[in-house]
Every structure is written in structure tokens, then in C-alpha cells.
């Protein structure tokens, strides 16, 4: 994650950088964005690849690696000087990301019901945290 906002930072030299060289004034809040969505997708996909290695779900390691290239590729449209392409790059990406974290979630033996339940915070149910142990 760090990574991806160096040379962001580097540019950012100076006082009250908005738009530099001709850039938009939001490509700094797009940088952002993008980072933490690489940063989320890094880890979903972490989760992703190595579950696949150790069940043998290939197309799950394709899935990952398809991905992956396809949000790179997606990130380059954002180095455009105009800024008009900076939704077609970060809502793809953040569609990948919802659907990466779902399947995350499904190969680390979660349900839609935990998702639910994780996303509304457990609002109906009690707060003890109960983890089953395999022998």
C-alpha cells in the first residue's frame, strides 16, 4: 500500500498542491481511493490464491490472477491528464473488490449469513465470540 502513493507523495512537494501540472484537482482523493482498494484486494486476494493451492481449486487461483490484471490494467487509465476516466478505473476496481471479499469470505468458511450479521454489526445477537477448534 505504501507503494502506491509514492510517487503520489513525491509530487504532493510544495504549498497547497491542488492540481499540479495540469492535473485534476481530485487525483489526490482518486490516488487514495485506489490504494486502499488495491490495499483490501491485496489481502481478499491473499486469502483467495493460497486457500486454491491447498484445496486444489484452480480456477480460483485463475480467478486471482485474472483479477489482478484486470485492476492493474484498469489503474493505468488513471494517469490520463484529464481526470474523465478516473470512474471508469475506481468503480470496476471496487466491483472486483466487493466480489473478491465475498469469495474470501465464502473459502474461510463464511456464509452469507455471517456477512450479513458482520455488516449489521450482530445487532440481534449476543456479543460472545465462539470459535470452534479442529483436532
Known amino acids: 500500500g505504501a507503494f502506491s502513493l509514492v510517487n503520489v507523495l513525491a509530487a504532493s512537494l510544495g504549498p497547497g498542491t491542488l492540481g499540479f501540472n495540469g492535473e ?7 490516488s487514495a481511493i485506489m490504494t486502499l482498494c488495491m490495499i483490501l484486494l491485496n489481502t481478499a486476494w491473499g486469502v483467495i490464491f493460497f486457500s486454491s ?10 480467478y ?18 484529464s481526470g474523465s476516466l478516473y470512474p471508469a ?6 466491483l472486483v473488490l466487493v466480489i473478491s471479499v465475498v469469495l474470501a ?15 449489521l454489526c450482530g445487532a440481534n445477537q449476543n456479543r460472545n465470540l465462539e470459535v470452534n477448534a479442529e483436532h
Open 64 to 81: 486471482v490472477c485474472l483479477s489482478h490484471m484486470l485492476v492493474s490494467c484498469l489503474s493505468l487509465m488513471n494517469s490520463s491528464m
Open 89 to 94: 478505473s475506481v468503480v470496476p476496481s471496487y
Open 24 to 30: 485534476p484537482h481530485n487525483f489526490f482523493i482518486v
Open 105 to 119: 469470505v465464502r473459502v474461510a468458511g463464511g456464509s452469507a449469513a455471517s456477512i450479513k450479521e458482520a455488516v
Open 53 to 62: 493451492l491447498d484445496t486444489g481449486t484452480y480456477w480460483q487461483t485463475a
